[in-house]
């Protein structure tokens, strides 16, 4: 590896970070961290840790007291504060859109600065918009004014967006809206930085936003890190009590939230069978599989009595209970129920809701096409839970 | 004290007038930009033109003569654009540091933010945000100077107080109204054509 590769396998390197302001008191200090390409890192921690400064401080509107902050292996403090924020993305709560410009002038800022001209602006400014999910006709022209708060920061990221940004600095940027806007904004976003693969920072004191919107976590306290690592280790091996407490590690459930099906155990193919088989070919199957377990001395699995019905390219119809007193004869589609798809991106809450919805303690897993490739089970999940901790 | 026709004191009235305020806007506003955030001598400065607003009118002709009466100016137009220059900057100077320093500091912080350099931001974002403020302090000041220069006639600056003057020596209520009508028209009319400019200047920088 040249040092060249070396040198830009990291986007941001902050080196022995400090910012102490005039008083003396240490706002922020020994702040280590690497930032790859494409990652999302959340700053969190309750208010005066030290968050926004060390944000403000990778974009130079705070200047570091101590320590280096490198930008693609360049340190920050040998780069032009306006060149450096033109190539870094910047939204705060306060939205601060310009009041007396039009949605078109605030998105295309940037880009005028950086010389972009007419053609490419308007290039800009379109697929900006399109990017948001804003129409063009009905806002490019608009004031912020005549916008709710919910659309006024889509132009705040479209805005950010617009410079092409290396990175996207955020600053609570949803933290003044409502909870329905936040959250669709937060999916908003999710698949935009998904779709750019975007660097993302981001500040925020909510740890669910935290948890949905960071690769990785850094829990500030008193301007100290106190502990960075993606929102599964934070919850199930919290560092300290401070920790948590603080991204409530104690709720076992919350943390089905962000843990996707794919990560817990899904091997176990449930049986199948086809669409025109009978309710006596379900239970042949169901009790041979059985017969296999006891024989591998597997007697502990779980033996939810489902059998998979399956059409002919192998789609998902239903699944039928066995231990249901069906007769012999009754077809295959009279017989099986219906239950949510439950995918590998699917979380293992939403799997844990329609089992107990439904009543079952386990769901068939879906591939492409719908094909049953797996199933979760309650045993998974509490495997899942106690070989973690 | 000879009696000129209309259109003579219409002009030099109108003379005065555009020529100190346009100065004082001149030196103010930009005075206002560079005192914005320096507190002590936005202070130092605002209570300089308080004080020079609490001077009558008449006093401070009294005040200019003597030493403008050194370069042979004592009476006519020169005092009379100098106390008016005094005077129009209060309003102007006043609601040029409000306008500037209430724009949202959200505003400001994302333009910096954003890589804008001080001067963009100044003629980007702050200026035009402060602009209705700062018009409304041009078009008091100018309102308030039209009505402070028909006092000017008693040093001898000519203008619609001539009439005014003249009406109250000869106890002739015709004549005074000539001067009010006329000096109040015409404040009527220059704010209303300031107005003018504000809208066009609102409708390039857009509204808010």
Redesign the interface.
Known sequence: MTANDARSKFLLEYRDVAKTFELGKDVVSDFNLRIGHGETVVFIGPSGCGKTTTLRMTNRLEELSSGNILFGGVDTATIDPTKLRRSMGYVIQGIGLFPHMTIWENIATVPRLKGANRDELENIVDSCLELMELDYKEYAHKYPHELSGGQQQRVGVARALAGNPEVILMDEPFGALDPIVRESLQDELIRIKDQLSATIIFVTHDIHEAIKMGDRIVIMKDGRIVQIGDPLTLLANPANDFVRDFVGSKDVLAQFKYLKVADVDTHDRPPRIAESDSFAAARKKFDRRMRRYEYNGMGDIDKSPLVCVCSGEGKLLGCIDVSKPFSDDTPADQCMKIFPDITENSTAYEALSAMIANNVTNLPVQGEGGKPIGAISMTSLHDYLWRAR | MPLGSFIDAFQSHFFIVVVSVGLAAATVIPLGVWARNRPVASTLILGFDNLISTIPSVALYGLLMPVLAIWNVGIGTVPAVIALFLYSQLPMLRNTLVGLRNI????V?????????ER?ILFK?RL??AMPMIMAGLRTSAVMGTGVASIAAYIGAGGFGTYIIRGIAASDRQTILIGAFGASAMAIGIDFLLGGVQKILEGR????
């Open positions: 949202d500091p959200s505003v912080d994302s333009a910096i933010g954003m890589g804008m350099t963009q974002i035009p945000l920088i857009g509204k808010r």
